[in-house]
């Protein structure tokens, strides 16, 4: 066995049906290179019984448990694996005739351990809610700049969607820290750094992302990342994160900026333009302005982080206070964690 795919899925069994058959019938890898592991995290669905009587060629290997969120769930793959290489690809990801076969030749070409990160591109054929068609923008955003080598790819683009690398790191970190519900790939990606893992971004190992998101879940994100990265920060040692929190900052643009001051920790102020800013994004969704949608789109996403940050770190005079006295230039940093990045937001 070379490679063990971890698939955890939660009440997604048509989205699982489509990634099982992608992996059966177009690889160009055999089927006896790999396994996939599909953890059902406490599915209410068709999705177990799928699971236990489904006819297919594929090496499955079925896991089902109570819902214990994405981390435990890549940790008990993870656990039952046999393969030397882990490649995490999500339920929502179709895979390309190429994927595995891609992740595989990166490993061997690098002659050294590495995590190598595939893209998760925009399907051409799917009506995208026009918040995820947002978040699509943004990642593929992060994609270019590595591309084109604006910035080399680091741990903050860790994302367990579509990435491969060897068993025995994830072991000797002790695999993802089920406190997070959110950003814990990034988290672990942070000590997998500190080991000494480099991380490759490979263009060929292309999945399509056949995102279904909320509007409710898409609008607690970018909270939940600015909490959990000064979390990162003070509880779990990774204290650049707080000096990459302020320089970013600077790196806005000046409405991100205005709006930030004008609205952090002022809740009348924060509603009122948050519905102001869905109202511009509904427009230009509805006038097929992408570009000005996605600007207001922006604005929510970064008015909601800087919120996380604040309410995390001690309160709004907390946050400008620490704001000013960090006022150095930016270093290069490369974007923030996630596919919604903060250093791609305009």
């Known amino acids: 066995m070379k490679i063990s795919l971890v698939v955890p899925t939660y009440n997604r069994l048509e989205s699982l049906k489509r990634v099982l058959s992608g992996l059966e019938l177009q690889q160009d890898v055999s089927l006896a290179d790999f396994e996939v592991i599909v953890i059902s995290d406490g599915s209410t669905d068709e999705t177990n019984a799928f699971l236990q009587t489904v006819n297919t060629t594929l090496q499955l290997v079925p896991v089902l448990q109570q819902n214990g969120g994405a981390a435990a769930a890549r940790n008990n793959g993870i656990r039952q694996a046999q393969g030397e290489l882990i490649l995490f690809l999500d339920d929502d990801v179709f895979p390309t005739p190429r994927l595995i076969a891609e992740h595989l030749a990166t490993h061997q070409a690098q002659g050294r351990?590495?995590?190598?990160?595939?893209?998760?591109?925009?399907?051409?054929?799917?009506?995208?809610?026009?918040?995820?068609?947002?978040?699509?923008?943004?990642?593929?955003?992060?994609?270019?700049?590595?591309?084109?080598?604006?910035?080399?790819?680091?741990?903050?683009?860790?994302?367990?969607?579509?990435?491969?690398?060897?068993?025995?790191?994830?072991?000797?970190?002790?695999?993802?820290?089920?406190?997070?519900?959110?950003?814990?790939?990034?988290?672990?990606?942070?000590?997998?750094?500190?080991?000494?893992?480099?991380?490759?971004?490979?263009?060929?190992?292309?999945?399509?992302?056949?995102?279904?998101?909320?509007?409710?879940?898409?609008?607690?994100?970018?909270?939940?990342?600015?909490?959990?990265?000064?979390?990162?920060?003070?509880?779990?040692?990774?204290?650049?994160?707080?000096t990459a929190i302020w320089q970013e900052f600077y790196q806005r643009n000046a409405g991100i900026q205005g709006l930030v001051r004008l609205c952090l920790a002022r809740p009348f102020l924060t509603q009122a333009c948050t519905k102001l800013l869905l109202k511009a994004a509904q427009a230009?969704?509805?006038?097929?302005?992408?570009?000005?949608?996605?600007?207001?789109?922006?604005?929510?996403?970064?008015?909601?982080?800087?919120?996380?940050?604040?309410?995390?770190?001690?309160?709004?005079?907390?946050?400008?206070?620490?704001?000013?006295?960090?006022?150095?230039?930016?270093?290069?940093?490369?974007?923030?964690?996630?596919?919604?990045?903060?250093?791609?937001?305009?």
């Open 113 to 242: 351990e590495v995590a190598v990160l595939g893209p998760m591109l925009t399907p051409a054929d799917f009506d995208m809610s026009p918040w995820v068609q947002w978040e699509q923008a943004m990642l593929e955003k992060q994609y270019s700049a590595m591309r084109e080598q604006k910035w080399e790819p680091t741990a903050r683009q860790f994302f367990t969607g579509n990435t491969s690398l060897p068993r025995h790191c994830l072991l000797e970190q002790g695999g993802f820290d089920t406190q997070f519900r959110r950003a814990e790939d990034v988290e672990l990606a942070y000590r997998l750094a500190a080991a000494g893992l480099k991380f490759v971004y490979h263009e060929k190992a292309v999945g399509y992302h056949y995102a279904h998101r909320s509007f409710a879940s898409w609008f607690d994100i970018p909270y939940s990342y600015g909490v959990n990265d000064v979390i990162f920060a003070q509880q779990k040692g990774q204290l650049w994160l707080l």
């Open 284 to 346: 230009g969704h509805t006038q097929h302005r992408p570009d000005f949608a996605n600007k207001a789109y922006s604005g929510v996403y970064n008015l909601r982080y800087y919120q996380g940050v604040a309410d995390q770190y001690g309160g709004r005079k907390k946050f400008f206070s620490e704001l000013i006295n960090r006022r150095t230039p930016p270093n290069n940093i490369a974007p923030a964690e996630n596919p919604l990045a903060q250093s791609t937001l305009s």
